[in-house]
């Protein structure tokens, strides 16, 4: 079936940047959006982009200065970049798959805490 | 971007009972809307697509509906299991954007 995991630091520093790294398995990444939310803890859900397996982006304009994915479809995984972050970027990172013409999340990685802190 | 109001931020309910989650959209988003539970500590899970469309696995007490840009969840008969997190999610027009989300408490 199809799984997503999220890897990555769970600290990173003001000011530098975040990255993370979704692997898919069960599934080809060719000819799926795939995507990036995030979840302040205790708070509601935040969509920061897509990215096709092409290599197409669509990012959320409130993030858009600071966000950039990639996709690397020979080892079947697609990453987030957000740079000069905040303590405001503390939060859940989830990544999923988007079921295409409605563009639904039916599949998700579990999530991983990212920590914004000196 | 498009608002999308959730109501209400949490509710106190029993088992047995029936509930209705809603959504009112700042725009026309047709039928454009997702709803997810989320547990503590686990990712949402998709429960209806496209406004009514239940998803596979999920019992038949769930349900969806619109009236106008109104959006609800309906979960007729609640049970234990059903204590969590809901939230709407609106997919008509990037940026997507969801509901604060409610917040289905044991009364």
């Known amino acids: 079936q199809v799984q997503l995991e999220e890897s990555g630091p769970g600290l990173v520093k003001p000011s530098e940047s975040l990255s993370l790294m979704c692997n898919v398995s069960?599934?080809?990444?060719?000819?799926?959006?795939w995507t990036w939310i995030r979840q302040p803890p205790g708070r509601g859900l935040e969509w920061i982009g897509n990215?096709?397996?092409?290599?197409?982006?669509n990012y959320n304009p409130s993030l858009k200065s600071r966000v950039a994915m990639s996709v690397d479809t020979s080892q079947n995984q697609f990453s987030l970049k957000l740079s000069s972050v905040t303590t405001a970027d503390t939060a859940i990172y989830f990544c999923a798959r988007v079921e295409s013409g409605y563009e639904y999340f039916q599949f998700w990685g579990q999530g991983t805490l990212v920590a914004v802190s000196s | 971007d498009i608002q999308m109001t959730q109501s209400p931020f949490s509710l106190s309910a029993s088992v047995g009972d029936r509930v209705t989650i809603t959504c009112r959209a700042s725009q026309s988003i047709s039928d454009y809307v997702n709803w997810y539970q989320q547990k503590p500590g686990k990712a949402p899970k998709l429960l209806i697509s496209t406004t009514s469309t239940l998803q596979s696995g999920v019992p038949s007490r769930f349900s969806g509906s619109k009236s106008g840009r109104t959006f609800t969840l309906t979960i007729s008969g609640l049970q234990p299991e059903d204590f969590a997190a809901y939230f709407c999610h609106q997919s008509f027009t990037t940026p997507w954007t969801f509901g604060q989300g409610t917040t289905l408490e044991i009364k």
């Open positions: 990215i096709y397996s092409s290599g197409s982006t």
């Open positions: 069960g599934v080809s990444i060719n000819g799926f959006h």
